[in-house]
Nanobody
Framework: EYQLVESGGGSVQVGGSLRLSCTAS????????MAWFRQAPGYEREGVAG???????LYAESVKGRFTISKEGAKNTLYLQMNSLKPEDTATYYC???????????????????WGQGTQVTVSS
């Protein structure tokens, strides 16, 4: 079992930026796919951005052009750069990783085995 740990959440005003990080000791970032999900109170968990082992990325329509997912294998770190934040981006953000190879990047929660505890992002107007 790998434990993923998120950091970088916080409170920001509309239009602001945050960068989330996710680290996992021993996890093979270069081999597996990873993603960011979010969940707001009363809503289901939704996929925000995913990155395949090949580097291919996939974004939810609601964040395209504003969020960027990336990973740095040497540091075993996954990032989510969030710009032009909106109140509807307020949620707990989770990073997730697969336990095997996927043929393509996905934003379905069932594709991911390892999850972090989440970090809160609050965007106020």
């Amino acid at each position: 079992e790998y434990q993923l740990v998120e950091s970088g959440g916080g409170s920001v005003q509309v239009g602001g930026s945050l960068r989330l990080s996710c680290t996992a000791s021993g996890y093979t970032y270069s081999t597996y796919s990873m993603a960011w999900f979010r969940q707001a109170p009363g809503y289901e968990r939704e996929g925000v951005a995913g990155i395949h082992s090949s580097g291919e990325t996939l974004y939810a329509e609601s964040v395209k052009g504003r969020f960027t997912i990336s990973k740095e294998g040497a540091k075993n770190t996954l990032y989510l750069q969030m710009n032009s934040l909106k109140p509807e981006d307020t949620a707990t953000y989770y990073c997730a990783g697969t336990d095997g190879y996927l043929p393509s990047v996905r934003l379905t929660a069932s594709s991911y085995k390892y999850w972090g505890q989440g970090t809160q992002v609050t965007v106020s107007s």
